[in-house]
Antibody, heavy 121, light 110 residues
Framework: QVQLVQSGADVKKPGASVRVSCKAS????????IHWVRQAPGQGLEWMGR????????KYAQKFQGRVTMTRDTSINTVYMQLSRLNSDDTAAYYC??????????????WGQGTLVTVSS | QTVVTQEPSLTVSPGGTVTLTCASS?????????PNWFQQKPGQAPRALIY???NKHSWTPARFSGSLLGGKAALTLSGVRPEDEAEYYC??????????FGSGTKVTVL
């Protein structure tokens, strides 16, 4: 069965960086995009960007350009999301989600369980 | 900046029908925006319900359906059950690897 398993909760100080991992299993890792979505406490969902695990090509939301980096390690079927220069507004649950769509359509299906990142001095 | 707007909250009686909509600040929503719909309950990750306007995942209950309605994407819940009480989000794809989530609709079953 398809699973996306994320790393555990993390606490960071303002100005630091955080890296969240998302390990995929149950399907061909390089076949589908992985997106990152975050949700601040009591707020809605926010798309951060996506990575093509096959080519490594990344596309980021304009809001996060220059602060986010998405990478993948095909040897262990894992995608990473690193966010730098953290501030209190980055306190949120971060989710990875699989997209089995194409350049012309999106088909989000499986989601990770979420990783809570808390930014506090 | 593109904004995707949903009704903040809707209330429906058990067994009733409710329709949620998803509007884009850029104009009419078409199938080209590949609308997806998600359900999220408190403390849980989102769960995918509908993709590409009106296609259901294998786990999506038959009472959920997607469509286009009056220039918006729509999600209809028919024969609502108490367990359908949740937050619902739409997602629109604007091409060029640009995706925007809707503001979310809180559905209360009362």
């Amino acid at each position: 069965q398809v699973q996306l398993v994320q790393s555990g909760a993390d606490v960071k100080k303002p100005g630091a960086s955080v890296r969240v991992s998302c390990k995929a299993s149950g399907y061909s890792f390089t076949a589908y995009y992985i997106h990152w979505v975050r949700q601040a406490p009591g707020q809605g969902l926010e798309w951060m960007g996506r990575i093509n695990p096959n080519s490594g090509d990344m596309k980021y939301a304009q809001k996060f350009q220059g602060r986010v980096t998405m990478t993948r390690d095909t040897s262990i079927n894992t995608v990473y999301m690193q966010l730098s220069r953290l501030n209190s507004d980055d306190t949120a649950a971060y989710y990875c989600a699989r997209d089995r769509g194409s350049l012309a359509a999106s088909i989000f299906d499986y989601w990770g369980q979420g990783t809570l990142v808390t930014v506090s001095s | 900046q593109t904004v995707v707007t949903q009704e903040p909250s809707l209330t429906v009686s058990p067994g009733g029908t409710v329709t949620l909509t998803c509007a884009s600040s850029t104009g009419a929503v078409t199938s080209g925006y590949s609308p997806n719909w998600f359900q999220q309950k408190p403390g849980q990750a989102p769960r995918a319900l509908i993709y590409d306007t009106n296609n259901k995942h294998s786990w999506t209950p038959a009472r959920f359906s997607g469509s286009l309605l009056g220039g918006k994407a729509a999600l209809t819940l028919s024969g609502v059950r108490p367990e359908d009480e949740a937050e619902y989000y739409c997602l629109l794809y604007y091409g060029g690897a640009r995706y925007v989530f809707g503001s979310g609709t809180k559905v209360t079953v009362l």
